[in-house]
């Protein structure tokens, strides 16, 4: 594993040397952050790491394997009393490392410009995404105006809120505003007791 992929290996070799279920929690863990950094030091675009994870779906052999490697990494961390046998352990570093060994491959053998036309159509797909949810917010807001504006219903249901507002903002909103100056200046004043005393 170390000669192929030039990766210090050693951390989880040794607690997976233990033979403990705790040695075979942290040998899990330890590789899911050799393979965090092995996707930050590639500069795989995405945020977070099944962001990463998809971004290169297409060159993994084994995506089942990696995907339970990942399921086994998030209960260990989720569940405080899971219990991973030595076998398992076995399987999820496998896994890990079969995709690492295949990204290294696939970025060896792909050239600069195939790099370059992966990112843009990865930055392109994460715009539109935006768009779409830009103008499916756009929609509801124009159908909201529209609802308050064109309609006897609408109008009133806005009528009430602007009352209600109104009534927060010059009725309730100055005693809260006032509530908080006069908790604000009570704390300080504490503060600054509570300085005085220990300097005397």
Same mark, same amino acid.
């Given at each position: 594993?170390? %000669?192929?992929?030039?990766?210090?290996?050693?951390?989880?070799?040794?607690?997976?040397?233990?033979?403990?279920?705790?040695?075979?929690?942290?040998?899990?863990?330890?590789?899911?952050?050799?393979?965090?950094?092995?996707?930050?030091?590639?500069?795989?675009?995405?945020?977070?790491?099944?962001?990463?994870?998809?971004?290169?779906? %297409?060159?993994?052999?084994?995506?089942?394997?990696?995907?339970?490697?990942?399921?086994?990494?998030?209960?260990?961390? !989720?569940?405080?009393?899971?219990?991973?046998?030595?076998? !398992?352990?076995?399987?999820?570093?496998?896994?890990?490392?079969?995709?690492?060994?295949?990204?290294?491959?696939?970025?060896?053998?792909?050239?600069?410009?195939?790099?370059?036309?992966?990112?843009?159509?990865?930055?392109?797909?994460?715009?539109?995404?935006?768009?779409?949810?830009?103008?499916?917010?756009?929609?509801?807001?124009?159908?909201?105006?529209?609802?308050?504006? !064109?309609?006897?219903?609408?109008?009133?249901?806005?009528?009430?809120?602007?009352?209600?507002?109104?009534?927060?903002?010059?009725?309730?909103?100055?005693?809260?505003?006032?509530?908080?100056?006069?908790?604000?200046?009570?704390?300080?004043?504490?503060?600054?007791?509570?300085?005085?005393?220990?300097?005397?």
């Amino acid at each position: 594993m170390e %000669n192929k992929l030039n990766l210090n290996w050693s951390a989880v070799e040794k607690a997976l040397a233990e033979g403990t279920f705790s040695g075979y929690k942290i040998g899990v863990l330890e590789t899911e952050k050799m393979f965090r950094n092995f996707l930050e030091e590639k500069k795989i675009p995405g945020r977070g790491v099944d962001a990463k994870i998809r971004y290169v779906a %297409n060159f993994l052999s084994r995506n089942e394997q990696l995907k339970y490697a990942r399921e086994m990494y998030k209960k260990i961390i !989720e569940q405080p009393h899971f219990e991973i046998a030595h076998e !398992e352990t076995k399987q999820v570093v496998s896994g890990y490392w079969q995709a690492m060994l295949d990204l290294q491959e696939a970025l060896v053998a792909l050239g600069a410009w195939q790099k370059l036309n992966m990112r843009f159509r990865y930055f392109l797909t994460q715009v539109l995404r935006k768009i779409k949810i830009i103008a499916a917010v756009l929609s509801v807001l124009i159908l909201l105006i529209l609802f308050f504006y !064109e309609t006897a219903i609408g109008r009133k249901f806005a009528s009430w809120l602007g009352q209600g507002v109104h009534f927060l903002v010059f009725a309730v909103g100055p005693w809260i505003l006032g509530a908080a100056l006069a908790a604000f200046l009570l704390w300080l004043g504490l503060k600054m007791l509570g300085k005085r005393r220990r300097e005397f």
